[in-house]
């Protein structure tokens, strides 16, 4: 067997182990999960894509075919760009891995990764190219964000629990002491004597006033039950509007008060039919119960619509409040600011709790003498007021 | 005695008035169902009539039992030791127990409702003298 004989079947069974090699190794690079590329360090200082694996088509959205061969530029939209090409020249002057965490916008959607390149250098120690592995980060951060959205949502909802527990036993022990104290009392009243009759009668009162409060109670958690189960539809506002005004349209006549509905009859907001109700209901009662005497009673309710959101506002020109000390007590449970005006504190309460409920949002401004205006904020989509 | 009661709750008011007249307490009783009105009297009234005794609740729309010992800071000194102020409340709180000692006027915390036992031992406290009241 000649020399060359012996070198050609040499070679030739070498060009297959090559081939067999570089198989191999393509099924790898294109197995491995993570983005994995290769970049040259051209002559410029530029970078241009040598290969790249098939995760970085499938996490990008840019074909194999479409990324190799190109300059990096040309591939990588700003603001990334600017980072990614710092982060280059960082590992090519130390020579060091660089590490760092990306969010970017592929034609698949954002994506949140931690980058890593490898400098690879030639046998004078110079950075020849680039080894760049992306680890997809993008299903923990978003399982991290509803993490956290989940805990924030919980941490509120035991807050308000709470507070709702204390607010309870804090107004169910009022009454309660009364009865107690009452109780005490008759036995050592003359049963003939005014006194007694009296006593006797306000024994039933704060026994009454106890059952109001469960039965308050009973509501405020029924209506919690349902905030995760109710379905929204949408909701003729005018309309629910005007039958909230129509009982209480003889009240609204005795003091002499006007009211003027200038929300679109064929505006529907999504939400709850029973919840705008009540909250007409208890804003336009409140209106009644805390006008001025000093003028007759005006309410205005008006709507604006804006390209995603609707804001419905219900105005008066009663006796107002100081906005600064009231505030943001104003909706809490059983809070009372008017003395000797009869009230159990529970309406704006309930208002805010279904505004809520049908993911709006309420605030309110007012000046003492000069009115009070309620604003309330709805999104237009239908999803948009799915409870959440 | 001249005494003050001051409480949104008109139940509560009618009540403590009606035991402390069964204990022969006071034959003076001022009743309040805004603390407000119960300042503008007592700053009114403070160089003739002081109060000997005012049960003041805490829990009140506009002015509460806290701001109105607040309000009376400037005539501390011309009250210690004629006026006894308890704190009557419904509230088992004891961060209210905590406050109320930061207040010199205040001679107490009653929970309601007040009884025999607990009026028998402020007017014995006050018949032993304002020093101990």
Redesign the interface.
């Known amino acids: 067997m000649g020399a060359s004989e012996y070198f050609s079947a040499g070679s030739n069974a070498a060009i297959t182990a090559l081939v067999e090699r570089e198989h191999q190794l393509s099924v790898f690079f294109n197995t491995v999960a993570d983005v994995t590329f290769l970049l040259n360090v051209e002559d410029d200082g530029r970078y241009r894509f040598l290969f790249v694996n098939k995760a970085f088509e499938k996490t990008t959205g840019l074909p194999v075919d479409k990324v190799e061969g190109n300059y990096v530029e040309d591939i990588i939209p700003e603001p990334s760009l600017s980072l990614v090409l710092t982060k280059y020249n960082e590992a090519v002057t130390t020579l060091q891995r660089v590490v760092w965490q990306e969010t970017s916008d592929y034609p698949t959607g954002q994506v949140v990764g931690e980058v890593s390149v490898t400098p690879v250098c030639d046998e004078i120690g110079h950075c020849r190219q680039l080894v760049g592995v992306v680890h997809d980060l993008t299903k923990e951060k978003q399982a991290e964000v509803r993490q956290q959205l989940l805990t924030e949502k919980l941490i509120r909802q035991n807050s308000d629990l709470q507070q709702f527990t204390y607010i309870v036993s ?1 107004n169910l ?6 009865a ?3 109780a ?2 008759l036995p ?2 003359d049963s003939d004597s005014e ?1 007694f009759k ?2 006797l009668q ?1 024994l039933g ?2 026994l009454r006033q106890l059952d109001q409060i469960m039965t308050d109670v009973n509501d405020i958690l029924s209506m919690r039950d349902l905030k995760d189960g109710y379905r929204s539809e949408p909701v003729a506002v005018a309309e629910v509007c005007q039958q909230a005004l129509s009982g209480l349209q003889e009240a609204l006549q005795a003091c002499g008060g006007q009211l003027r509905n200038a929300i679109p009859t064929a505006l529907r907001v999504p939400g709850s039919r029973a919840y705008f109700h009540s909250i007409f209901h208890n804003l336009i009662s409140n209106a009644i119960k805390y006008r001025s005497d000093a003028r007759p009673l005006r309410i205005d309710i008006e709507s604006r619509m804006e390209s995603d959101a609707v804001t419905v506002v219900v105005r008066d020109n009663g006796s107002g409040f100081d906005q600064q000390k009231v505030s943001k007590d104003i909706f809490q449970l059983y809070q ?5 005006e009869p009230g159990r504190g529970i309406g704006l309460y309930l208002v805010k709790a279904h505004v809520e409920a049908m993911g709006g949002k309420i605030s309110v401004r007012s000046h003492v003498n000069e009115g009070t205006e309620f604003i309330l904020h709805f999104k237009a989509r239908a999803d948009g007021n799915l409870s959440h | 005695m001249e005494t003050y009661l001051i409480d ?2 008109y ?2 008011i ?3 008035e ?2 402390l007249r ?1 204990e022969g307490f006071s034959n003076s009783i001022c009743t309040f ?2 603390a407000k009105e119960a300042l503008a009297k007592l700053v009114k009234e403070r160089e003739t009539v002081v109060p000997h005794v005012v049960f003041l609740d805490l ?4 002015m509460d039992g806290w701001q109105f010992l607040d309000a009376l800071a400037p005539y501390e000194e011309k009250l210690r030791g004629n006026c006894a102020i308890y704190i009557l409340t ?4 004891l961060a209210d127990l905590e406050k109320s000692k930061h207040y010199d006027l205040v001679a107490g915390l009653i ?5 025999s036992e607990e009026i028998r031992a402020i007017q014995s406290r006050l018949e032993d003298g304002p020093a101990s009241a």
Do not use: C, I, V, W
């Open positions: 804090h022990r009022a009454p309660l002491a009364n107690l104290g009452f005490d009392l050592r009243l006194a009296m006593s306000h009162t704060s009372r600011f008017h003395p000797g | 949104d709750d139940l509560a009618y009540l403590t009606q035991l069964a169902q805004s829990n009140m729309p506009e419904s509230s088992l709180a929970h309601k409702p007040l009884d």
